[in-house]
């Protein structure tokens, strides 16, 4: 009898457990059903405004063909977005898709981007815009064209960035562009690679940052940095430097008619376009069919034989002895 109970007792025991697991578990699957069912639904609006305020500015305000707001993911989806950047709206884009992350306070627009603005217009890949500080990044195939009075600037980079400074790009990773005159002289066309590039549209200046280059008509300039003064009043270049390791390789028809290539040193040149000239500082080294010139400074005529020396220190060639 007393075996019988106990028995009675343990089977009673293992019946309740299995009661309770079935019990909880229909439970996590009602939880997860309604789980399923709270989740925020999708809306879709076409022709559609979105606006971002703040109390002084208006950072971001856009149009696009279809909106998609997905409001368990804190992002919207856009189709053909177009639209305004900025605190005054002066930058206009527009690209086939779009993406507005709340979160993150960005508009990522891809494929077929172009930005316009008063000085010119951007083609690119991508557009990453931070509504929040107002800064643009753009990349992928990114190409300029900077239009001014009686000249062009291409400048074309792997990615540009556009800060809440006004009037100041960056350009980076394999850098290149030329600025052409549209008035036809020679030497107003330069063009130009580097590492960094920086164009200030309030000072109408470029900087080149590591491995610089400048090519114009028939002389060949690298250096580790430089910069170009665009003409403010006319066409073309109005002045422009290349400092530290300055390499310099130009060439001229001497009075015999001989092509000469002449190649020099120095640790800085200025360029003055209207002179067409060149003027070499830091202890230059100018070597010219077969002569070794040197001076504290000296005068480059381009497309001409003759050099300006200034406390000159030179090796000449005489009947093929040095003196």
Not at 293 to 317: A, H, P
């Amino acid at each position: 009898m007393r075996f019988n109970l106990i028995y009675f007792f343990y089977f009673s025991l293992f019946i309740l457990c299995l009661l309770t697991i079935s019990f909880e578990t229909t439970d996590v699957d009602e939880i997860k059903r309604k789980t399923r069912q709270s989740q925020a639904p999708q809306s879709r609006f076409s022709r559609a405004f979105l606006s971002t305020f703040k109390p002084e500015r208006n950072s971001l305000h856009l149009y696009s063909d279809e909106i998609i707001d997905h409001g368990g993911q804190n992002k919207i989806y856009l189709k053909k977005p177009k639209g305004n950047l900025g605190p005054i709206r002066e930058t206009f884009f527009v690209g086939h898709t779009g993406v507005v992350d709340k979160i993150k306070s960005e508009l990522l627009v891809s494929k077929d981007v172009i930005i316009r603005q008063a000085n010119g217009s951007t083609k690119a890949d991508q557009l990453n815009f931070n509504y929040k500080n107002n800064t643009a990044i753009v990349s992928g195939n990114v190409v300029s064209v900077l239009i001014k009075p009686e000249k062009k600037v291409n400048i074309s980079s792997r990615e540009l960035t556009i800060s809440d400074s006004v009037g100041v790009f960056t350009y980076l990773g394999l850098v290149s562009g030329e600025i052409k005159d549209l008035t036809n002289n020679r030497y107003g066309n330069i063009q130009f690679k580097s590492d960094l590039l920086t164009y200030n549209d309030i000072q109408k200046r470029i900087f080149l940052e590591g491995n610089a280059f400048i090519k114009r008509e028939k002389s060949k300039i690298w250096a580790l940095s430089g910069s170009i003064w665009l003409n403010n009043q006319g066409a073309g270049v109005k002045y422009f430097t290349m400092d530290d390791d300055v390499k310099l390789k130009d060439e001229f028809v001497s009075s015999t008619g001989d092509l000469i290539i002449r190649n020099s040193i120095s640790e800085k040149i200025e360029g003055f376009a209207a002179e067409e000239k060149l003027v070499l500082s830091g202890f230059p080294q100018v070597e010219q069919d077969g002569d070794i010139i040197k001076g504290n400074e000296m005068i480059i005529r381009e497309d001409q034989e003759m050099i300006e020396i200034i406390n000159t220190n030179s090796q000449f060639k005489l009947n093929g002895r040095k003196n």
